[in-house]
């Protein structure tokens, strides 16, 4: 099988980076580029653009908004964020769900921005994402405009981005700073391998819903279950149980090579009533 003919660009500012790509034909951005390129094999015989992203310094940083906000890149590589101090401190599930995604040396390659526009049932850093409110800063020649993480999934390899958009950066909010969660994930290997079910539970420190639950590889898209959330926060550990059920019943897992639909499910609310106890026993509750 052949590749695609490929004519490479590289941007220095975010504004050359969109007139590039209105210029083009059948133009992608490049970031890390793990999962773009593999998908280049499907594209067999057609003339594609890659607008690379890397030399934008504003795009590989990692920092702090004016409203307490941190800011994670476009450029940003998973291995950064998963190590950056702040975010080790005040987004621990973020930083624990980076270290889940691939091996060392993708995580050093791969971006937190590629992971979720990439747009996959099983990425990783949306469990963490769609728990902490993420905001995806999304900027076109036309308009810049934030869009709520938990809408930012439509269907599998699809988001909301317009044509053209380039995610500049992930807001993640000062308000769910400080919480503790539970990342539970099978896989048919330890490491290295894509999620056959993963569920990430937590709890923020203040605010309401204070419990956050998330779950990956078992519907279209990245899920967040806040009727299981809402059970939590009423009765906490002792709802353990509905919790689970409800989470159980609330994804839609497809039979594959990985696992049957029934198993997905079952592990669901294993893995929901898993996390609650071992956040509670760890939280002294």
């Not at 969109?18 to 034909?25: G, I, R, S």
């Not at 998973?78 to 401190?89: D, I, L, P």
């Amino acid at each position: 099988m052949s590749l695609p003919q490929l004519e490479y660009c590289q941007a220095r500012t975010v504004e050359e980076a969109l007139e590039l790509w209105a210029k083009k034909t059948k133009a992608r951005y490049l970031a890390g580029g793990t999962d773009l390129l593999p998908q280049l094999r499907a594209a067999s015989g057609t003339q594609l653009t890659l607008v690379d992203l890397k030399q934008i310094e504003s795009l590989a940083k990692i920092g702090q908004a004016e409203d307490g906000a941190v800011s994670i890149g476009a450029a940003a590589s998973v291995a950064a964020v998963a190590a950056n101090a702040t975010v080790r401190k005040r987004y621990p599930i973020l930083s624990d769900c980076c270290l889940s995604l691939g091996s060392y040396p993708l995580r050093n390659r791969a971006t937190v921005v590629g992971n979720i526009c990439n747009a996959s049932p099983c990425a990783d850093t949306a469990a963490a994402l769609l728990a902490l409110d993420a905001i995806v800063v999304a900027t076109s020649t036309k308009a810049k405009r934030r869009i709520p993480m938990v809408d930012f999934f439509q269907g599998p390899g699809e988001s909301c981005l317009q044509a053209g958009e380039l995610v500049e950066e992930i807001l993640l909010p000062q308000a769910t700073a400080g919480g503790r969660g539970h990342y539970g994930r099978i896989a048919r290997r330890k490491s290295v391998d894509i999620s056959t079910v993963a569920v990430l539970l937590s709890v923020l420190p203040k605010g309401q819903p204070r419990h956050r639950l998330s779950l990956l590889s078992v519907a279209p898209t990245p899920l967040r279950v806040f009727e299981a959330e809402a059970v939590l926060d009423e009765r906490g550990p002792e709802g353990a149980s509905q919790a689970a059920e409800i989470a159980r019943a609330s994804c839609t897992p497809i039979s594959d090579v990985r696992a049957s639909a029934e198993y997905r499910r079952d592990m669901v609310a294993v893995l929901t009533e898993r996390g609650v106890m071992t956040l509670a026993q760890s939280m002294g509750g």
